[in-house]
Structures are given as C-alpha cells and as structure tokens.
C-alpha cells in the first residue's frame, strides 16, 4: 500500500483522465468524485474506478469533452442530457437549476440522461442536503442481479439514496445498493483475495458461494433480502430508466460494448424543500426524532461511520494499493 493525500489522489485520477482524452471541466468532475469517495472510505467508488473510467474514453464509448444541458420540461421537472459523457459533470451542471426549481415548486426532480454512471450516490445527494433539501436519487446499471426465485439477471445492483438535512451537522444520508453488494465491493474482495458473506451471490452454474471471485468469473449478484428487495430493485428500474426515458439495465447490457467501463444510462433525482409543508420548526422537528432514535442502545444514524473515514482521512490521507497505482501509472505514461 502507498499512502496519499487527498490532493494526491485528486492529482492522480485528474491526470490520468486527461492523458486520455478528457478535457479539464470532465476531467476535474470525476476526479472530484473519485478523490470524495476515498475520503469516505469507499475504495470501490475511488481510485479503484480510474481503469473502468480510462477504458471507456479508449474505446470510444464515454466523449471527455462534450458539455450538458438543462432542459425545464415543466417548472418541476428538469432533464439533463449529458450526451455520453460521464455523470459527474452532468450532476454538477444540473445541481444549481435543481435546487433552484426546488425552491419555487416546494419538490422537483431531475432526470439525468445519456450518462455513464460509476459512482456512489451520496456526492450528488450531501450536495443536496447542503442547501437544507431532502433528496431522493436511484440508478441502475447492467444486468448483473437476479430477481427473487429466478437465475437470470435483470437488475443492475440499482442504487438508491436518501438524505436529510440536520443543519450544522453532517446531514443523515444512507447510500446503499438493492443488490446484497455493491458489485464494486465483490470485486475489491476478489481483487484482495477475501471471500464474501453468504447470500452474496452465486456462481457460473448458479450455486451459492462466498467465492469474490467466482461472482465475478461469470457468476451473478443476489438481492438483498430476497423478494422485499427485489421489489425495490424493480423500483429502482422503473424510476430510473422507465419515469425519464433512459435503458433499463437489460438494454443497458445489450447496448453496452462491454469494455469493462460504466454503460450509459440515467439517473433519477427528486429534491423536497421540507419548510414548504413541514413548517418553521422542520429542522427541530427532525432532530426530535434523531435524539429519540438515538436513545436507543446499540444505534447509530447511517453514515455515521462514512463520517468517522472522512474525519480521518481528510487529516492523515489514504492508503492505496500499490498495484492499481501502477496500472494508472501505466494507463497515463502509455496515453503521453
């Protein structure tokens, strides 16, 4: 392992990305996004993510250059075209007219289209909360999850994010995929040789296994508990391809030119402004109900422990592996 600062980690996925064709605004939104995930303690949505990134621009399938633009379909509803490009900066751009319709309309939403999505949700949601809103974000991928009771895949591991604002507190987000996995974290297992719960996923021939690996060679991601969320993955699908016209995640797949980076798709954004029907005393309201829950021995507020990484890692940096520093080395020097 090599130990990094945060400006170093943003300094080596920045250069990277625009040694291989994206240009400073693409290039500076997903390293932006890769160097936050590292903070949180989330190696499977960082730096680990840099090869996905690189082999999509490579293969043509992701443009590093192109811009987004904002369309207000009605006063509530906005859909943000990111024209193959990658998601991050199509987030940024959508951000401001999102909070902005917000505001006037009490709750809009956003519809993130032709975007490849490679990311965890919480960025674009703590963005949200940090102008006092509840946001609600969902998308979905590749098939790579099988439905309660059958055996082939038909989800992505769909992702879905919620967020409350607590004021000068770090806001109560939790960020978590309907897959019992986030495929990302099967693969960092696989890739450091750990095995995986039970109830992960299965193998090639379909058997249950804890082997990381064996998932990844063919075999296919579990939902999490079994038809309660497999119904929320068909949630997510629904929203997040179906309410704003983008790929469910088997078209995603049959789409995809399968070069290992992130296919296109869409992501789903809601945002409530909770002083339209909450009233004055909304935020003391919510604490009420945090005070209480935290009576409560044994409990802790999700992203509790994201907030311990951040703590830590935005005083002393982190540690990263030595091999996948050496394959963005190579993928930067061989793109010069």
């Not at 490579?58 to 024209?83: C, F, N, Q, W, Y």
């Not at 409560?296 to 940096?317: C, F, K, V, W, Y």
Request: net charge negative; with cysteine; charged share 20%.
């Amino acid at each position: 392992m090599t130990h990094l600062s945060l400006s170093d980690v943003h300094d080596v996925a920045y250069t990277c990305l625009t040694a291989n064709g994206c240009d400073h605004e693409n290039a500076t939104a997903v390293a932006d996004t890769v160097t936050l995930a590292e903070r949180d303690g989330a190696a499977g949505h960082g730096l680990f993510r840099i090869p996905g990134y690189i082999t999509a621009l490579k293969s043509g399938k992701v443009d590093g250059h192109v811009r987004t633009t904002i369309e207000h379909v009605t006063p509530s509803m906005l859909r943000a075209d990111g024209h193959g490009g990658f998601a991050p900066l199509a987030l940024a751009t959508a951000r401001d007219p999102l909070v902005a319709a917000t505001r006037t309309q009490g709750i809009a939403m956003a519809g993130l289209v032709r975007v490849h999505h490679f990311a965890a949700l919480w960025v674009e949601i703590e963005a949200l909360t940090s102008a006092g809103l509840v946001a609600f974000a969902c998308t979905a991928y590749m098939p790579t999850v099988v439905p309660a009771g059958g055996t082939e895949p038909i989800y992505g591991t769909n992702p879905l994010a919620f967020g409350w604002p607590r004021g000068d507190q770090p806001p109560m987000v939790f960020d978590m995929a309907t897959a019992a996995m986030a495929r990302g974290e099967v693969m960092v297992a696989a890739r450091d040789g750990h095995p995986v719960p039970e109830g992960v996923g299965l193998d090639k021939d379909g058997n249950p296994t804890t082997d990381a690996q064996a998932i990844v060679d063919g075999g296919q991601l579990l939902p999490f508990g079994g038809y309660k969320g497999s119904g929320i993955a068909m949630m997510v699908e629904l929203l997040a391809a179906g309410v704003i016209g983008e790929r469910f995640s088997f078209e995603a797949g049959d789409a995809d030119n399968k070069d290992g980076g992130p296919p296109r798709g869409g992501e789903f954004l809601l945002a409530i402004d909770p002083s339209k029907m909450g009233g004055d005393d909304w935020l003391d309201h919510g604490e009420k109900f945090f005070a209480r829950y935290l009576r409560i021995d044994g409990t802790r507020l999700p992203g509790t422990r994201r907030m311990s990484h951040r703590a830590a890692n935005e005083a002393n940096g982190v540690d990263v592996n030595d091999d996948l520093l050496a394959k963005i080395s190579d993928l930067t020097t061989g793109a010069t």
